[in-house]
């Protein structure tokens, strides 16, 4: 039998058996630590080399078999000291405490590292003994403290294999695991009697893409059952070796708890696999307004020595760590949940959470995506329609005026080294300010302007900042205004790693509101930073029920012309849609207020043909105000809801709740297109008997929107296209898709504006909404409405 062969790096095999670094602001620790190690190898090299040599940064690697694993341990240790022959190993820390108060077994990870390198060494050139040196450089003093030890290669031995042995049973469990998981996999079945129309070829897609290693996009209408069309041929190719972790991404919680559903189906038919949901930090958190630090959160107090036993546990308890399990097994054990679910994530098969995990740049799981691993992920990306505005925010970063001098006037008094810093940092950002026109009389705020350079000028004393305040933010001291350092503290990380990626897809937005000034470095593509992410992974597979046009997606998701693109028609019965374009109207900014009065009447006619509930959405919150005050006027009879701005959960379900009534009075709810309820609820039946879109769907005219489109325009020259026609067909899309959710629902979709039955439109609307009938071949709208609505009785 072939041995399992497999990587592993020092840092990994010493970290599965001893306890790292409690938790700590760490954001610019690999930058000090680079020039931490700098400054000690100078050092070392100039105290050796008259006596001997000095080489760091050694590559070394050793190989270890055992019973069916064969192990390749590899890693970079940061300097060897040669000298008469002895050999000395140098293990290099940069820290923030005061040296003084450092013990020799504060971090026995440290040590651990040292000797397991020391070990490598000695076994490769045959030494009897080696000293092992760990030396502490103090960040802020320069100042460096040093311990020693001498271990023969016997001493060593033993203690690597105190590390490895473990390590191994901890494979052999693991692969013991997957061969019981692998098993349940080959005897699973699709969990219905067949294949809905169009799934099969989907899960056909989906399972020869990752076998091959590819990107596939999907366009599935609702009704196919994108989730387990998706989630079924993944985990069969998981079953065949083609994959070793799955991501399903999601862009809300709904969709999470389709995936979960689907889940459960496929467990209840035999399927093992360890499962995790992973939920937002600030939903899940036991002590929410506390930083993150040992002094303010008791969950996290030795959080690295007390979770290794509850993660063990929870893995042989159950296969699906869900959020209400996290949470109590974190409750039970005083453990933090969120830490607790990443923990997690190195024994979950499939990972199911929020598009952040893997892509945003401030929260993705470092521990899968930093670096390219042995193992193999697949990326399931549902709603990837989403996807690249979502991408905009997470590779986007603002800094405001105001936000630094909210924190320099909290801390100008008890810090001023730190305040004096932020007023270096205020000062280079208002160098900028002159590149925003001054107000003059009574011109509206805010004043913007855009720049293709990036702020070079606010580099160096953000990166000052960051140094500052990170050692504060590290230190016990209970400062009043912590909690706003801190907020500040990540505001200014993240500012600093997106500058890094600044580059021909961005743009600077200087903006000047009314006592306030802002620079935002704005993402304008998002594609090239997708496109590294799943290309790092294994295979990647975007699906939504809408991605058209394919090549505007295809080309904003970082997708290549060999990638795969197939659009499935609609399993449903295209007569159960009564579909209609009313192009009397032109619902452009400057027509909207003359069409009012139409567009109330035509929505009063399509309601009154039949009892029951009805949406109709609006480009605007204002438009949509302006459309409900109209129709409660003339109709005030008729029972509407209005859809309000920042509605939280509990809100929203009772506005939802409304349309599980239905056949005694009809239900009018006045929406937003593009807002929370033109996507991700399921309204089937005679709970939606109808949707009424006023507009296109164009995004608002703004600054940003503009930059796109003059990006694109020199890109492909599909300027307004990619900036405004086609993210606005995609709300339109979503919109309409809320009718028909399953075989046995009726309904209509009236679209009023005279653009849809222009040739751009006409070129990329959804084929199965034609033939189109409209207002210019004679149809008769409500004549129609009455024969469709007593065809379907």
Known sequence: MEPVKINVSVRELVSYSIPGEEHFFSFVSAKEGIEGHMFIHGLLKQRTEPFGIYRQEIPVSTTFAHDIFLLQISGRLDGLIERNGNFTLCEIKTTDKPLDTLDESDNPAHWAQGRCYAYIVAKEKGLDKIGVMLLYLHRQSREIRVFEETLTFGELERFFNSLVFPFIYGLKKRYDWQHLR?????????????????????????????????????????????????????????????????????????????????????????????TLQITAKEKVCFMPGKQCVEEECPYIFEYMQRSRSVVSNAVSRTDLFSREFIELTAKENGLCPFELSLDLSTQADLIICDYNYVFDPRVYLRRFFQDKTDENICLLIDEAHNLPERAREMFSAELKRSMVRIVYHKLKNTLPYLANSLKKVRK?????????????????????????????????????????????????????????????????????????????????????????????????DPAPMLKKRTENSKSSIFFSATLSPPSYFREILGGNEGDGFIILPSPFPRENLYLYVDNTVSTRFRHRAGALSSIVERIHECVSVKTGNYMVFFPSFEYMQ?????????????????????????????????????????????????????????????????????????????????????????????????????????????????????????????????????????????????????????????GELKKFWKCMA
């Open 182 to 274: 692998n098993v349940s996999i080959k005897e699973l079945t699709f969990p219905f009697p067949d294949f809905r129309k169009g799934q099969r070829i989907m899960s056909g897609a989906v399972y020869r893409a990752i076998r091959d290693g590819k990107k596939q996009f999907i366009q599935a209408p609702t009704g196919i059952g994108k989730t387990i069309g998706a989630l079924f041929p993944a985990i069969k190719a998981m079953g065949e070796g083609h994959v070793d972790k799955i991501f399903y991404l999601t862009a809300r919680n709904t969709t999470q708890a389709e995936a979960l559903k689907a889940y459960k189906m496929l467990a209840e038919k035999g399927l093992r696999l360890k």
């Open 428 to 524: 280079a950002l208002l160098s900028y300010a002159a590149k925003v026109s001054p107000v003059s009389g009574k011109k509206p705020y805010p004043q913007v302007t855009s720049d293709s350079e990036p702020p070079k000028e606010l580099t160096a004393p953000i990166d000052n900042f960051i140094y500052l305040a990170e050692g504060v933010l590290n230190d016990e001291t209970p400062y009043p205004f912590k909690e706003e350092l801190a907020a500040l503290f990540f505001e200014m990380v993240h500012f600093s790693r997106i500058f890094d990626l600044y580059g021909e897809n961005y743009a600077t937005i200087y903006s000047r509101e009314k006592g306030d000034f802002s620079v935002k470095l704005f993402c304008v």
């Open 626 to 782: 302006k459309a409900a005050a109209e129709y409660m006027n003339r109709f005030p009879g008729d029972r509407i809801l209005i859809q309000e701005q920042d509605m939280d959960e509990n809100r929203r379900a009772e506005f939802l709740a409304s349309f599980s009534e239905y056949g005694k009075e009809t239900l009018i709810a006045f929406v937003v297109m593009g807002g929370i309820f033109s996507e991700g609820i399921d309204l089937k039946g005679e709970c939606l008997s109808g949707v009424i879109i006023v507009g296109v769907g164009l995004p608002q005219v703004c600054e940003e929107r503009d930059i796109i489109k003059k990006y694109y325009q020199k890109k492909n020259g599909k300027g307004f296209e990619f900036a405004y026609t086609y993210p606005g067909l995609n709300k339109v899309q979503q919109a309409a898709g809320r009718v028909i959710r399953s075989e046995h629902d009726r309904g209509f979709v009236v679209l009023i504006d005279d653009r849809f039955t222009t040739p751009l439109y006409l070129k990329i609307m959804p084929r199965e909404w034609f033939p189109l009938k409209t207002s210019d071949n004679g149809t008769d709208l409500i």
